[in-house]
């Protein structure tokens, strides 16, 4: 379930990039679910990641209804957590909506949102105004992290970027 964004042909969301294949600690955090904008349970990967290329127990989804403005869909990658993740994409003219559900047994989810470098964020409370123009706004959140990390566009090449990490709590 992860996505890109960009905003008048200029990047706002962005996967934290590929820099390596060089099997090591880089690759696997580059390859990992909190790596992706997208959601983690309990800190894991929703798809099994072994070495530097090989996938196993592939999330898979069970689910998906698409109607006109909006898009829903189920994974199975949580599975043996007894736990499926749900994220819909509702979108208009000046707004898109994304909510993040999971279904089963009651746990933790974060939510990654990797910025690309040249965005700039700016916290007004709760809300994130993105760019000066594109405010981000989370409702029924434990808690919002701005993290430090890196985006990499090429091999070998790092650049500073921010993480939002938003930990919700799944409803009863």
């Not at 905003?7 to 969301?13: G, H, T």
Request: net charge positive.
């Amino acid at each position: 379930f992860n996505f890109e964004l960009h905003v008048c042909r200029k990047p706002i969301f962005v996967d934290s990039g590929t820099s390596t294949y060089n099997i090591g600690k880089t690759r696997f955090l580059e390859r990992s679910t909190k790596a992706h904008n997208t959601v983690a349970v309990n800190n894991e990967n929703s798809s099994q990641v072994w070495s530097g290329f090989r996938v196993g127990n592939r999330a898979h989804i069970v689910k998906i209804k698409e109607s006109k403005n909006q898009l829903a869909a189920v994974h199975n990658g949580y599975r043996d957590k007894c736990v499926s993740h749900k994220r819909t994409w509702v979108a208009n003219a000046k707004e898109i909506t994304i909510i993040d559900e999971l279904i089963g047994k009651k746990t933790e989810g974060t939510a990654y949102f990797h910025f690309h470098p040249s965005v700039l964020i700016e916290k007004r409370n709760r809300v994130f105004i993105i760019n000066k123009h594109i405010e981000l706004r989370f409702s029924d959140l434990v808690k919002v992290s701005e993290l430090k990390t890196t985006f990499s566009s090429e091999f070998n090449i790092y650049k500073r970027n921010v993480t939002l990490k938003a930990v919700f709590a799944q409803k009863c």
